[in-house]
């Protein structure tokens, strides 16, 4: 996937113990869910308040966009 197809967002909200949070989008729209398993390898968890790229997905259980392939732009 190109590097132009990536949006980025702020944690906003992350729930450790349920693996799970949302980031606001910077271009505005609704907070889009991450899912653990979208985080690179290596990483468990996110804070609120980092900065994070992704690929917005449509989320076709819930018919709302999702985070994928997700990456930390600040640690």
Request: charged share 20%; no cysteine.
């Amino acid at each position: 996937m190109q590097n132009q197809d990536r949006q980025t967002g702020t944690v906003v909200t992350w729930v450790d113990n349920a693996a799970f949070g949302f980031a606001a989008p910077h271009d505005g729209g609704p907070d889009l869910f991450i899912h653990v398993t979208q985080l690179p390898s290596g990483t468990d968890g996110l804070r609120i308040g980092q900065r994070v790229s992704y690929l917005a997905q449509l989320d076709q259980r819930t018919g709302k966009q999702r985070a994928v392939n997700v990456e930390v732009i600040d640690r």
